[in-house]
């Protein structure tokens, strides 16, 4: 079974710069996995903030932003702004297997 | 505005079937692939399927498989997932969720899943 592993938790200040990770338990992420960043607030849908590993919507904050790092998928919040406490959940396509996988999700604190 | 929303929700005892329905507005829904994704109370999310624009391709998590199908009618802009064999880990906020294009698989560069509906709730319990 396939697993992506994401920090179960994060802490940074306003106005600090904070990376999220993406791991997979296949081996490294490329852009071939068409990594997806989520984000989600208490008692709210999803929203999406990155596409295809750094793809923005009109939506995104400038303050994001998606990279391939060290193997892994990464989301990079820079500034950041109380608004931005919330879950963030990764997700990878697998071809071979044809299924769409969501990493576990990051609590981003801010504090 | 693009719009999704789920009903069929509620509670329901474990072996028993449920179908949730998932209205579209705002979108060309026969130009777009749909997911189901799915959230237990307190976790993450699981992606459940997802359905091509035509309905000619589909895509399930192994938790599912052989117990769910997911289908769609373009003339009612409708998405459903009827679920079949319920357990009780079954149970979870689920939520239908638009393609960025006509196929529900990776390809080309786009691929998201977005918008999404506020979900509905389903409990599977004796």
């Known amino acids: 079974q396939t697993v992506v592993t994401q920090e179960p938790s994060l802490t940074v200040s306003p106005g600090g710069t904070v990376t999220l990770t993406c791991a997979s338990s296949?081996?490294?992420?490329?852009?071939?996995?068409?990594p997806n960043w989520l984000q989600q607030k208490p008692g709210q849908a999803p929203r999406a903030l990155i596409y295809?590993?750094?793809n923005k919507y009109s939506w995104t904050p400038a303050r994001f932003s998606g990279s391939l790092l060290g193997g892994k998928a990464a989301l990079t919040v820079s500034g950041v702004q109380p608004e931005d406490e919330a879950d963030y959940y990764c997700l990878l396509y697998y071809g071979g297997g044809q299924v769409w996988v969501f990493g576990g999700g990051t609590k981003l604190t801010v504090l | 505005e693009v719009q999704l929303v789920e009903s069929g929700g509620g509670l329901i005892q474990p072996g028993r079937s449920l179908r949730l329905s998932c209205a579209a507005s705002?979108?060309?829904?026969?130009?777009?692939?749909m997911y189901w994704v799915r959230q237990a109370p307190g976790k993450g999310l699981e992606w459940v399927s997802g359905?091509?624009?035509?309905?000619?391709?589909?895509g399930y998590a192994d938790s599912v498989k052989g117990r769910f199908t997911i289908s769609r009618d373009n003339s009612k802009n409708s998405l459903y997932l009827q679920m079949n064999s319920l357990r009780t880990e079954d149970t979870a906020f689920y939520y239908c969720?638009?393609?960025?294009?006509?196929?529900?698989?990776?390809?080309?560069?786009?691929?998201?899943?977005?918008?999404w509906g506020p979900g509905t709730l389903v409990t599977v319990s004796s």
């Open positions: 295809s590993t750094s």
């Open positions: 705002g979108f060309t829904f026969y130009d777009y692939a």
């Open positions: 296949t081996g490294a992420v490329t852009s071939g996995s068409y």
């Open positions: 359905i091509s624009w035509n309905s000619d391709s589909t």
């Open positions: 969720a638009k393609a960025a294009g006509a196929n529900w698989y990776g390809t080309g560069v786009y691929n998201w899943f977005d918008p």
